[in-house]
């Protein structure tokens, strides 16, 4: 039994591993792959590898894998990756895998600065992957520095900014806060949205030559070929839209493109080697036919994956509104018992308030009932002196009068009759002023015990109905709430033709009307504007790379990938192949 053979296969976010016979063909390994990981949309995909010479190469999938150059190692190395690229992602990409993968390999390609992305877009990408990674921003859940292991922009974006990495990481923070209440999903389908503007998204570029030997770029993409000067890959010159091609061919190293206007001249071109050739001829059939497809009506199997995709899609946001309502449930029930527990303490507090005015008063009563009871006796001890006073006073009077008798009843000198008669009458004033005093202290203290009495009445009543003020109620209880190859040419051919179709299509050029996203979504576009603005504060403009110097340009003069796209296409065929020539 012939011996199998290991193969590795790594996707965006995965790596597979698979055991096949030596007699199995791309294909299969091909079906292995999209089947293991759900995907159906397989027509924009294949598996690469490097050959024997360091060439990055799509396997073929009519062939068989051990018939392949494929470098020889144990196991054998493939990446699956985007051979084509959608026109527009959010009419085009149906499954989430599908839109996953383009994600994942559009992030690299920028980040890595295979595709060129301005400053400020790509922040603004950093914050909707981040938003696709983690979700809504939530202070408990995403402390200081949680984006700290994350690739989050392109090394010439960092180099170019006196900003260091906390100080980018709280930028891309603000504006992850930004896109709450955004799913997943969502984030990752308007991450490409921006993307897909960018001038160098989906292109793949190969080195030619024209008649005159000037050295060109070639760019292919899903809406065209394009032809740009060699030192700027972000300003297409001349354009052919898909649709104005009838035969692609080439031998050896030259290159023809038939156009379907009969009275323009070929559109011919040299590339440096045969196997550039047979890869651009392999791009251009297959993003001829994808651009063909996408202008006549959707076939059954994806008209069925569309409703498939929009039913889960609404199944996804009635489980996210339920989600959310019962988050806004949860959060009300925490609110009502945080507002229980605020009136229980509340509660508690006053009763407690209640019990210390209670003591506070037996304090003020107690000490009342003592100073009653101390005026009651100083009270007493005034009645009493002014009893003694009065005695006094009354045997002063006896006295008197008895030594009046005696005055009568003896002949006493006058004069000592007189001074003992003064003396007694003095003492007696004295008595009846100290008497009188001692009255008027009595009615004072008798005046004050009064009070003494009243306050202590008062303090009775106050008492008694804070003793029967009726007690705060009880808090009430809650429960617990839980909560994708074509066909190839032989190595050995340097010769092959191929017809493109191009009839029966609606509105071929349809891509000639499109705007950018920022144009068309206005908080894209302030959001653009708000970071190009705070960006510029801190830009070092001598670390200005070939790429940024020709973006600004574009920008002042207001183009865009559009724009240009209709700018480059004006004229007949003949046209822009003359103008071709004449590079």
């Given amino acids: ?31 292995q792959v999209v089947k293991t990981i759900g995907l159906r949309e397989v027509w924009y995909f294949g598996l690469q590898y490097v050959d024997s010479k360091g060439y990055q190469t799509w396997l073929k999938l009519d062939k068989k894998v051990s018939s392949q150059d494929v470098k020889k190692e144990n196991p054998l190395q493939f990446k699956f990756r985007a051979k084509f690229f959608p026109e527009d992602v959010s009419d085009e990409l149906i499954q989430d895998i599908t839109q996953k993968l383009f994600f994942l390999q559009v992030k690299e390609s ?11 877009t790509a922040v603004l990408l950093g914050s909707y992957a981040v938003q696709a990674k983690f979700g809504d921003f939530s202070k408990e859940n995403h402390k200081t520095g949680y ?38 999903e969502d984030a990752m389908l308007e991450y490409l949205k921006i993307a897909q503007d960018l001038e160098m998204y989906g292109v793949n570029y190969f080195e030619i030559k024209n008649k005159k030997g000037t050295d060109l770029w070639l760019g292919e993409d899903a809406l065209g070929v394009n032809i740009y000067e060699k030192e700027d890959k972000l300003t297409p010159k001349i354009g052919f839209p898909w649709s104005e ?9 030259k290159f023809i493109i038939k156009p379907i206007d009969k009275k323009a001249p070929d559109f011919v071109f040299y590339a440096p080697r045969l196997r550039i050739n047979k890869r651009i001829l392999q791009l251009c059939m297959g993003n001829h036919e994808l651009y063909m497809r996408r202008r006549k009506p959707d076939t059954i199997e994806v008209q069925q994956m569309k409703a498939q995709a929009r039913e889960e899609k609404h199944q996804r946001q009635m489980e996210r509104a339920q989600l959310v309502n019962e988050k806004k449930k949860r959060e009300t029930i925490e609110k009502e018992k945080e507002q229980m527990e605020r009136e229980k303490r ?27 009871i101390q005026l009651e006796d100083e009270r007493r001890k005034a009645e009493q002196e002014a009893a003694r006073l009065e005695a ?29 008669l003064a003396e007694y009458t003095a003492k007696i004033a004295l008595l009846e002023e100290s008497k009188k005093r001692k009255e008027e202290e009595a009615d004072q203290w008798q005046h004050r015990a009064r009070e003494a009495q009243e306050d202590l009445v008062r303090t009775r009543e106050e008492l008694h109905m804070v003793m029967t003020a009726p007690p705060p109620p009880p808090p009430p209880v809650y429960e617990n709430m839980e909560e994708n190859e074509m066909e ?54 001598s670390k200005k790379t070939h790429n940024d ?35």
């Fill in 1 to 31: 039994m012939p011996k199998p053979i290991n193969v590795r296969v790594t996707t965006m976010d995965a790596e597979l591993e698979f055991a096949i016979q030596p007699n199995t063909t791309g294909k299969q390994l091909f079906d």
């Fill in 346 to 372: 509340e509660l508690q507090m006053r009763l407690q308030q209640f019990e210390e005015k209670t003591m506070k008063a037996e304090r003020d009563l107690q000490e009342q009932m003592r100073r009653a």
């Fill in 110 to 120: 920028i980040l890595s600065d295979e595709v060129y992305c301005p400053p400020e």
């Fill in 245 to 253: 091609i009838r035969n692609i061919s080439f031998n050896d190293k």
């Fill in 392 to 420: 006094e006073r009354q045997a002063a009077l006896l006295a008197k009068e008895e030594l009046a008798r005696q005055a009568e009843d003896q002949i006493k000198s006058q004069e000592q009759l007189a001074a003992e």
């Fill in 147 to 184: 984006l700290t292991s994350d690739r989050l922009l392109p090394q010439r974006v960092l180099e170019q900014h006196k900003l260091s990495r906390e100080q980018w990481e709280e930028r891309i923070q603000v504006w992850h806060e930004e896109h709450r209440g955004m799913l997943k």
């Fill in 549 to 583: 110097l020709i973006h600004t340009e574009n920008v002042r003069v207001g183009r865009d990938k559009y724009k240009t796209l209709r700018q480059i296409r004006q004229g007949n065929t003949k046209q822009r192949i003359d103008e071709f020539e004449a590079l």
């Fill in 488 to 541: 190839d040419v032989e190595e050995t051919n340097s010769t092959y033709s191929a017809e493109l179709q191009y009839e029966d299509i609606d509105d071929h050029r349809k891509e000639e009307d499109r705007i950018t996203e920022a144009e068309k979504n206005e908080r894209v576009q302030k959001q653009l504007m708000a970071l190009s603005s705070e960006l510029a504060q801190a830009r070092d403009d």
